[in-house]
């Protein structure tokens, strides 16, 4: 089990990319700054215990195993936010908290609870878009 206070480095670290990849995609932290630290704090803890920021927000039976199984698909910014500008972990989100859904495939869970979310700043935040 990972570390429940990962140092200050990290998190430091981790807010430091976080507040880059805001401008970078053209996204904002939740409106709950709870959330966002939160958050911030898992990725943190991930790198002290696997030495990358994997995603938090989800569950792995191994965390090494899915690294390895899997490479950096869920490294923070994981590969559902590169291409489809979505967190599930509301961290990377519009001014009213809602995580950007316009890009995902009709099926995914996240149209299916936030519907048709719009990208405000659609020039912004997708690789190979």
Not at 100 to 107: A, K, Q
Request: hydrophobic fraction near 30%; glycine fraction near 10%; proline fraction near 7%.
């Amino acid at each position: 089990m990972g570390t429940l206070n990962p140092s200050q480095k990290n998190v430091d670290k981790m807010t430091k990319y976080v507040q880059k990849y805001w401008e970078k995609s053209g996204t904002v932290g939740h409106p709950d700054a709870g959330v966002t630290e939160v958050v911030i704090n898992g990725l943190a803890a991930n790198i002290e215990e696997v030495g990358r920021p994997l995603c938090p927000c989800n569950f792995y039976p191994s965390k090494q195993k899915e690294l390895e199984e899997h490479g950096r698909r869920w490294i923070c910014a994981c590969d559902e936010m590169k291409k489809w500008k979505y967190c599930h972990c509301l961290l990377f989100v519009t001014a009213d908290g809602k995580p950007i859904t316009e890009y995902l495939p009709d099926d995914h869970e996240g149209r299916e609870i936030y519907g048709v979310v719009k990208d405000p700043t659609p020039d912004k935040g997708r690789e190979g878009a």
